[in-house]
């Protein structure tokens, strides 16, 4: 059974830093491609980055984040990383693992809230 389990959220300053990690099970995490996305409140769900099975490549989708935020996985370890850096008011939202197995995937999401 494939499973995703999001961590390393919470409240966090404006400038501040977080780094989300995703443990992936029931699936060999090095054959995939990983995605994290977020959903601010009452808005939709938007790619944040992603990054390739083979060689690991980061892409960073969201030109808000471009410089700030950092995807990586360690394969050992069935593990995709999401560093997040200068963090903003507007980076507030829910965090969320991907991948697409013959379908997506989803874990189930965690909380990041940038607030003074």
């Known amino acids: 059974q494939v499973q995703l389990v999001e961590s390393g959220g919470g409240l966090v300053h404006p400038g501040g830093s977080l780094r989300l990690s995703c443990v992936a099970s029931g699936f060999d995490f090095s054959l995939y491609a990983m995605m994290w996305y977020r959903q601010a409140p009452g808005k939709q769900r938007e790619l944040v980055a992603s990054i390739t099975n083979i060689g690991g490549m980061p892409t960073i989708h969201l030109d808000s984040v471009r410089g700030r935020f950092t995807i990586s996985r360690d394969n050992a370890k069935s593990t995709v990383y999401l560093q997040m850096n200068s963090l903003k008011p507007e980076d507030t939202a829910s965090y969320y693992c991907?991948?697409?197995?013959?379908?997506?995937?989803w874990g189930r999401g965690i909380e990041v809230t940038v607030s003074s």
């Open positions: 991907n991948t697409y197995i013959t379908r997506e995937y």
